[in-house]
């Protein structure tokens, strides 16, 4: 069983890499903690254009105040939320 854990686990980071990579081709600015977020959001059953539109309205806000570090805003949210 902890063998199938830590395939499971190496598969998922393995996985996160290339998603990662896939994000930085394409420029998206999302740092690799923030993508896990959001992958785990996903898995969680968030539906991804509702999740698209959320991040998209929060990129816009942070460029309109000035704040071009838009993941760590991402985790800053995270964060509050799992407090709650």
Not at 52 to 71: D, Y
């Amino acid at each position: 069983m902890e063998k199938l854990n830590q395939l499971e686990l190496e598969e998922s980071k393995e996985s996160l890499e290339i998603l990662f990579e896939m994000s930085q081709i394409l420029n998206c600015g999302i740092s690799r903690e923030t993508l896990s977020i959001l992958i785990t959001m996903i898995e969680k059953g968030v539906n991804p254009e509702a999740l698209v539109q959320v991040v998209k309205e929060m990129r816009n806000e942070n460029f309109a105040m000035g704040n071009l570090n838009f993941s760590q805003s991402i985790n800053n949210n995270s964060n509050i939320n799992n407090n709650e």
